[in-house]
């Protein structure tokens, strides 16, 4: 099937299955996983996505053909280099960085924060200030206040509102001569609130700060283009968004240039190699070009690129496809699980500000502990998350942190729309009878 709508993988209609989302789901050999007698649902993409056929032959290849060290004068050494090269081309391409010098790779999103929030922090002093939020994930925050200890700078903190979005008049009283670094997610892992990354660069610009974003959570639902948001940093994880476990750095040329790494004297002392200290995981790499030629097809076949277009405008197709048909699924899961009796759903609500949210969701269900839902939700074959997932202080900020955080459920485009029911057929038998009736356990 050829199709150049925009939303071609949104079936047509709640239930069953349309062929192009038949052919999306035939890509992902783990998505044929079944449960028993029962279907598998993977409602952790939050946690990490499946990953395409396209990422296991690239990887499995190179592990048979080019699996050789950098640098070395023969030929599977060449090939591997190639490769290595390849990939981050590709990161390149995906995030629309100027070229792939400014990305790097790394173990993952944390262990690469700390390494550049070390290096920062070198130039930093006391008196410096670093604005964080209580909206991002833990790994956005604990390598900044490190900082806080090692070097005296002060740390200031953005709260949320009601919703689960960020508290902008926090932000705007928080920004000022002294700030050098902006901290700030561009999706929550959590509650799926999207910030406004583009205000918030231009705000931080505007008093001389950098802007470090986790766009980690974004990976999978939305194009991401670091030009665009003229980010100083950015950082992300292939295995969220249907790639091997890596990590992945943006930086513009000149800050990647003027912040020292920690590295080996012999790795270059420019550019993405100074970030990337030892020796590369080739296959991850590999892999991931793997993924790349993925979700070109999607923006191909799906987005509306045309066959010759470059990669970068088919990812970034391919990316606004995905998000288009994920509304559907939002909205959908937003409708069913505020119907379940005894659930809360925390974040935003309302259906008309899907704009503003990807379909994650978090919730807790009176009567049951969070941890006995994804529990009860696992022994049937529905893969969640319980607990805070290291968005630390938004569920201390809901005060739910004694009572076991909330279950996480998220969607990605591979998702069908008869999970949701699935779910929430589950979670209504979870709840059992009497839950209408009890008081929500927040
Ligand atoms: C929003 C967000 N940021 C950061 C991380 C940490 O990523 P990594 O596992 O690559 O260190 C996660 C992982 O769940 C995440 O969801």
């Known amino acids: 099937m050829t199709s150049t709508s925009p939303n071609a993988l949104a079936p047509a209609n709640g239930s069953g299955i349309d062929a192009a989302l038949a052919r999306v789901r035939g890509e992902f050999p783990a998505l044929a996983r079944r449960h028993g007698n029962q279907e598998y649902s993977y409602l952790d993409g939050p946690g990490g996505t499946q990953v395409p056929r396209a990422t296991i032959a690239a990887m499995t290849g190179y592990l048979e053909r080019s699996n050789a060290n950098h640098e070395g004068a023969f030929a599977t050494s060449e090939e591997s280099d190639a490769r290595l090269a390849e990939a981050h081309a590709g990161a390149a391409d995906f995030l629309n960085a100027g070229g792939p010098d ?12 700390f390494a550049v929030s070390r290096a920062i922090g070198r130039m930093l002093k006391a008196g410096d200030e670093i604005v964080v939020t209580r909206l991002d994930h833990d790994a956005n925050v604990a390598p900044w206040l490190a900082l806080q200890e090692e070097r005296g700078v002060t740390v200031r903190w953005v709260g949320i509102r009601d919703d689960c979005s960020l508290d902008f008049r926090d932000l705007e009283r928080s920004l000022g001569p002294r700030t050098r670094i902006v901290a700030v997610g561009l999706a929550s892992n959590a509650v799926g609130t999207i910030n406004p990354v583009g205000r918030i660069v231009e705000m931080a610009h505007a008093v001389g700060a950098w802007t470090y974003i ?8 939305m194009p991401i283009d670091v030009s665009a948001l003229d ?28 912040v020292a790494s920690y590295k080996v004297r012999p790795a270059p002392d420019t550019g993405s190699g100074k970030w990337e200290t030892g020796t590369l995981p080739g ?6 070009i793997g993924t790349f030629d993925y979700l070109a097809w999607i923006g191909r076949e799906f987005g509306g690129a045309d066959d010759a277009a470059p990669r970068r405008t088919a990812l970034a197709a391919a990316m606004r496809a995905i998000r288009v048909t994920e509304r559907g699924l939002a909205l959908h899961a937003l409708t069913a699980l505020q119907g379940v009796p005894g659930l809360t759903l925390r974040g935003i609500v309302d259906p008309e500000r899907l704009d503003e949210r990807v379909p994650t969701f978090a919730f807790t269900l009176a009567g049951r502990t969070p941890h006995e839902v994804a529990a009860a939700l696992g022994e049937r074959g529905i893969a969640t998350w319980d607990g805070d997932y290291y968005a630390f202080e938004l569920i201390r900020a809901l005060g739910l942190a004694e009572s076991g955080g909330m279950v996480r459920v998220g969607f990605v485009h591979y998702n069908e729309p008869r999970e949701i029911d699935r779910l929430v057929d589950a979670l209504r038998d979870i709840a059992g009878p009497t839950a209408a009736g009890s008081p929500p356990r927040s």
């Open 102 to 113: 400014e990305v790097a790779f790394g173990q993952n999103m944390t262990t690469l924060t």
């Open 214 to 221: 986790d766009a980690v959570h974004a990976g999978p639902h």
């Open 231 to 258: 980010t100083d940093f950015l950082v992300c994880s292939p295995y969220k968004f249907f790639g091997p476990h890596l990590g992945l750095l943006y930086g513009k040329p000149e800050r990647l240039d003027q």
């Open 283 to 288: 296959e991850a790499l590999a892999g991931l």
